[in-house]
């Protein structure tokens, strides 16, 4: 039988054996570091090739010397332990045993510890060693086994400590709602919380954006005297700044008696997700002349997001990645990862890839994100090859599902369909298929092609279907013309419990929109009021859309009248809806109000109107917006699809002459949806000379089924027998075969 000493020694021979393999790799990498670094060189050609080789040596031979030193203690820990089994342990031994795995994150030796306390039933008798073991499996991150240890604790738990713990673990872990629950829980059992909890109650409620929750915490720590401290008001502003409360958040920051690194960097990471590089620039040079603050790692990391969206973030981060360079920050995979990402959205790949290639020590992070940066920039190839490169580096670690995700939506959207089959071969080859976000996004793939048998199919191999998963195939069948499908997908999926979001009931309405299906928008739009997503833009403009197709013109416009924030989409959309209604006047209307309210109009807002004077015979009135639109009033510079629009107006109001000229003048080729307008016209208007031109025009471009149908009626119109029959002939020869219409209404 072993004993606990032998376990004891069994362990330590374990820690010398990798105490000793840790020695021999730093020694190696002194000798490299020694070969690499010469006098001067890290200050005088810090921004060479060289350096950056230099430096990341450094940086991993720091790494090592850390892990050295972490075995070293977890060494004397094991050795501290071995002599406790040859003395008969008493109680504060344990406990100052657990102190030292709670210090060290060491999981393995405080689970022998805790065995050992169960055995002597000491933690049925001591609540300080609960105490304690509820701090060492929170610090491990074992939530359910720290919550089981401060379950254990004898009533009255009046001691703050293991709250504290439970609620900083529960927030630490993606488990807010856990946090806040114990929180008020703590509340209701009389135990007065301390600055240490405030902190972690606050960080949950930022996780699940609860404000009002956070702002009686908030009540909470004024009213225990906490409101000027530290950490309590850093934990504000960040949750402030999360919920995005920006107001409040620099009010709590401002009025801080005191403030430090951490605070100032909360700041800045939360104006950097709501305001524009300015602002963050403007705080990142406040730290110091306020405070006289250095910036660290830290800092800089948190303004990306704003760096991100900027204009000029080329420029800028160029500006930073230099900055970085002589702080000593650039080696840091973090970082790295970030100005990387930087380079990639800026459309200079170059810089990125040179920035991936001087990171010797890259993580999963790091591959994933030059391959997105590929993708980004619509070079799949080098993607592709990349993705090879990371499958041949010898790390399996590297090579994670959201990589075989990015591929695999690279091949769809670059339409390598078989490429895309190669990669689901390997996901299901490595067992990366079992991942949800692979199987999610193997649905997307094989959807946007089309494959909506494979899609199912690979839907249905998922045992637990996510939200994701619903909204891949509910928008598959939308864009592949099967839009009931999509809706007796959304009733399945809220039979099977899980919750629509703003995608699955924008997916959803879209399929109302190509059915006409005015029952289910009704109930859609029920569940948007119920459920508070009425007030989304983006779902506004979808629900006008619905009723102004369903013909509900006066349902679209109320929607349109009661919207909180308005965008050009929702401009278009409501003039849209007027012009299919033949409602023009109404359409230019809205343009005016549109500009007033200060909304710039767009390209599609210029086919929206041209689209209504069409279908309201007005004329001139198209002629003014078309001109304005060629003048460049507008900074909006005409398409082809607006010459179309221009066209066809003329051509409907029988300025069949004035049609043709401005086709031949526009500079664009024709293309056959024009000529069609123009055909269809000169049918309409029985105007056989310039039909026929149109025609030969047509028939010179490569036919469709459309077309050719349409020439066979324009000759049959106007008798001329011999020449429809050549035309119709000729349809047949080519395979084209004319699909026939239908059409229904919902009641």
Not at 258 to 274: F, M, P, Q
Not at 279 to 303: C, E, H
Not at 349 to 356: D, E, G, L, P, W
């Amino acid at each position: 039988m072993i004993t606990p000493v032998q376990e004891e020694e069994a362990l330590i021979a374990a820690y010398r054996k990798e105490i000793e393999d840790t020695m021999e790799i730093v020694r190696e990498e002194m000798k490299l570091l020694a070969e690499v670094d010469q006098p001067g060189s890290m200050i005088e050609n810090y921004v060479t090739e060289q350096s950056f080789v230099l430096s990341q040596k450094a940086a991993g031979l720091v790494s090592l010397q850390a892990r050295l030193a972490r075995f070293q203690h977890r060494l004397k820990e094991q050795e501290i332990l071995s002599r406790t089994w040859q003395v008969n342990p008493t109680p504060p031994m344990f406990l100052s045993l657990l102190d030292s795995c709670i210090g060290s994150q060491n999981l393995i030796l405080g689970q022998i510890i805790h065995q050992h306390l169960l055995k002597r039933a000491l933690t049925l008798t001591s609540p300080s060693v609960l105490v304690k073991l509820t701090r060492l499996y929170a610090s491990c991150n074992e939530v359910k086994l720290a919550r089981h240890a401060f379950d254990e604790i004898p009533h009255p738990r009046t001691n703050p400590i293991p709250w504290d713990v439970m609620i900083r673990a529960y927030a630490s872990n993606d488990h807010p709602e856990k946090a806040l629950d114990l929180y008020y829980k703590m509340l209701s059992t009389g135990v007065m919380p301390t600055k240490y909890t405030y902190p972690f109650a606050l960080k949950a409620c930022a996780g699940l954006r609860a404000i009002e929750d956070g702002k009686l915490i908030h009540t909470h720590a004024k009213g225990s005297g906490f409101s000027a401290d530290l950490y309590v008001c850093t934990a504000l502003v960040d949750f402030y700044a999360k919920c995005g409360e920006l107001d409040m958040a620099t009010h709590v920051f401002d009025e801080m008696p005191e403030r430090d690194v951490v605070a100032w960097n909360v700041v800045i990471s939360g104006v950097s997700l709501y305001c524009g590089l300015a602002d963050v620039i403007a705080l990142f040079k406040d730290m110091r002349r306020r405070d006289g603050l250095s910036p660290n790692l830290s800092t800089i990391v948190g303004m990306f997001p704003a760096l991100g969206r900027s204009s000029c973030a080329l420029k800028e981060g160029k500006s930073l990645h230099g900055y970085c360079i002589r702080m000593g920050f650039s080696d840091d995979v973090v970082f790295k990862t970030g100005i990387l990402d930087v380079y990639s959205k800026s459309k200079c790949i170059v810089y990125a890839r040179r920035v991936f290639d001087s990171n010797c020590l890259k993580n999963e992070v790091t591959w994933s994100a030059m391959i997105g940066g590929y993708i980004e920039n619509e070079m799949m190839m080098e993607a592709g090859g990349l993705f090879l490169q990371m499958l041949d580096h010898g790390d399996v670690a590297v090579v994670t599902p959201v990589a075989v995700g990015l591929i695999l939506m690279g091949c769809a959207r670059f339409g390598d369909v078989n490429g895309g089959r190669c990669v689901h071969c390997y996901a299901v080859k490595a067992g990366f298929i079992s991942d949800l976000t692979v199987g999610n996004t193997v649905i997307s793939f094989y959807a946007k092609y089309g494959s909506l048998c494979d899609a199912y199919r690979k839907f249905s191999e998922i045992d637990l279907k996510d939200i994701v998963s619903y909204n891949s195939l509910i928008s598959g069948c939308v864009e592949n013309c099967r839009a009931e499908e999509s809706l007796c997908l959304f009733r399945d999926m809220k039979c099977s419990g899980v919750g629509p979001d703003i995608t699955t009931l924008l997916g959803v309405l879209t399929a109302c929109s190509h059915l006409a299906a005015l029952r289910h928008g009704f109930s859609c739009h029920g569940y948007c009021v119920v459920h508070g997503y009425a007030v989304n833009t983006t779902i506004c403009n979808a629900l006008m859309d619905m009723y102004t197709k369903c013909g509900k013109l006066d349902v679209a416009k109320r929607v349109f009248d009661t919207m909180h924030k308005r965008d050009t989409v929702s401009w278009n959309t409501m003039m849209f809806g007027f012009g299919n209604h033949g409602l023009g006047k109404e359409a230019l209307s809205l343009f005016d109000s549109m500009r007033n309210a200060g909304v710039s109009p767009d390209d599609v807002t210029f086919l929206a109107l041209l689209s209504a004077c069409g279908h309201s015979g007005l004329v001139d009135e198209g002629r003014q917006v078309f001109s304005s639109l060629s003048r460049g009033d507008f900074n909006v510079t005409p398409r082809i699809d607006h010459y179309n629009c221009m066209a066809d107006l003329l051509a409907r109001a029988g300025y069949l002459d004035e049609a043709y000229d401005h086709v031949n003048k526009m500079p664009f080729k024709p293309d056959v949806n024009v000529l069609g307008t123009l055909l269809s016209a000169c049918l309409t208007y029985k105007s056989v000379e310039l039909g026929d031109k149109v025609s030969k025009k047509m028939q010179s471009l490569g036919g469709t089924t459309g077309s050719f149908v349409l020439v066979s009626n324009t000759y049959s119109a106007v008798e001329r027998w011999e020449d429809a029959e050549i035309i119709r002939t000729t349809q047949k020869k080519t395979g084209l075969h004319k699909i026939p219409g239908y059409s229904w209404v919902d009641v």
